[in-house]
C-alpha cells in the first residue's frame, strides 16, 4: 500500500523565517511527487518533481526530490503571513490514470 | 478559464438522509477523481472516470457511495442513508488526460455534515 508521511505536523514560525517541510514516501511504480498549498478552499497546485525533473523553483518557494532516499523537502524563504496554510504532499503511481496519495499535511502559521 | 467547480459547498443532513454532490470539471478535461478529506486529514482517494468511464472505484467506503459522470463531463457523487462518519469534504479534482507531468486541479470540495 502506498504510503506518504509528512513532518512536522505543525510548525510556527514569525515573519522572515525559512521553513522546510518534510515528505518521506513509499509507492509502488513510482511517478510523481506533488506539492499542493490549501488554504480553506481548493488544493492550489505548487510543485510536480519527477525522475526528470527533481529540483523545482518558484519565488520564495523551493522543492528537491530525492529518489534514492525517498524523501522530498519544500523550503520556504523569507515567510510571510500569507503562506500560513496547510501543505500537503501526494505520490502518484505509473500507471494509467492514477490517483494521488497524500500525507497528512503540514499546518504552517506565519505570525506577524 | 474556469476552474473545477462544485456544488453545494456546503451540505447538512440527518443521519440517513440521500444527499449528491455535484462536480463541474474543467472543460475538456477527460480525467475526473474524487476524493475524501476528513478534518485534519490530507486527501483520500475515492474513485476515478476516464470519460465515462469509472475506471477505479477501489476507494469508495461502502456500497452506500455511488459516483456517476453519464455524458463524460459532469459527476455526482451520491451518498445514500448517510451517516455521522460521512462528515468531510468532499474534494473532485480534473485532469486533462493522464499523460506524464499533468497535474489534477482540484475544485473548492463540498464540506457534508451529518448530524
Known amino acids: 500500500e502506498d504510503k506518504v508521511v509528512q513532518s512536522p505536523l505543525s510548525l510556527v514560525v514569525h515573519e522572515g523565517d525559512t521553513v522546510t517541510l518534510n515528505c518521506s514516501y513509499e509507492?509502488?511504480?513510482?511517478?510523481?511527487l506533488l506539492w499542493y498549498k490549501q488554504e480553506k478552499k481548493a488544493p492550489t497546485f505548487l510543485f510536480m518533481l519527477?525522475?526528470?525533473?527533481i529540483e523545482k523553483k518558484s519565488g520564495r518557494l523551493s522543492s528537491i526530490l530525492d529518489k534514492k532516499e525517498l524523501f522530498s523537502i519544500l523550503n520556504i524563504t523569507a515567510t510571510q503571513t500569507g503562506d500560513s496554510a496547510v501543505y500537503l504532499c501526494?505520490?502518484?503511481?505509473?500507471?494509467?490514470?492514477?490517483?494521488?496519495?497524500f500525507g497528512e499535511g503540514t499546518q504552517l502559521t506565519v505570525n506577524p | 478559464g474556469a476552474g473545477v467547480s462544485q456544488s453545494p459547498r456546503y451540505k447538512v443532513a440527518k443521519r440517513g438522509q440521500d444527499v449528491a454532490l455535484r462536480c463541474d470539471p474543467i472543460?475538456?478535461?477527460?480525467?475526473l477523481f474524487w476524493y475524501q478529506q476528513a478534518l485534519g486529514q490530507g486527501p483520500e482517494f475515492l474513485t476515478y472516470?476516464?470519460?465515462?468511464?469509472?475506471?477505479?472505484k477501489s476507494g469508495l467506503p461502502s456500497d452506500r457511495f455511488f459516483a456517476e459522470r453519464p455524458e463524460g463531463s459532469v459527476s455526482t457523487l451520491k451518498i445514500q442513508r448517510t451517516q455521522q462518519e460521512d462528515s468531510a469534504v468532499y474534494l473532485c479534482?480534473?485532469?486533462?488526460?493522464?499523460?506524464?507531468?499533468?497535474?489534477?486541479?482540484f475544485g473548492p470540495g463540498t464540506r457534508l455534515l451529518v448530524l
Open positions: 479534482a480534473s485532469r486533462k488526460y493522464g499523460g506524464f507531468q499533468e497535474t489534477q486541479y
Open positions: 509507492v509502488t511504480n513510482f511517478r510523481s
Open positions: 519527477t525522475s526528470s525533473g
Open positions: 501526494a505520490v502518484e503511481r505509473g500507471t494509467s490514470g492514477s490517483r494521488l496519495t
Open positions: 472543460s475538456g478535461h477527460v480525467s
Open positions: 472516470f476516464q470519460n465515462e468511464a469509472q475506471l477505479d
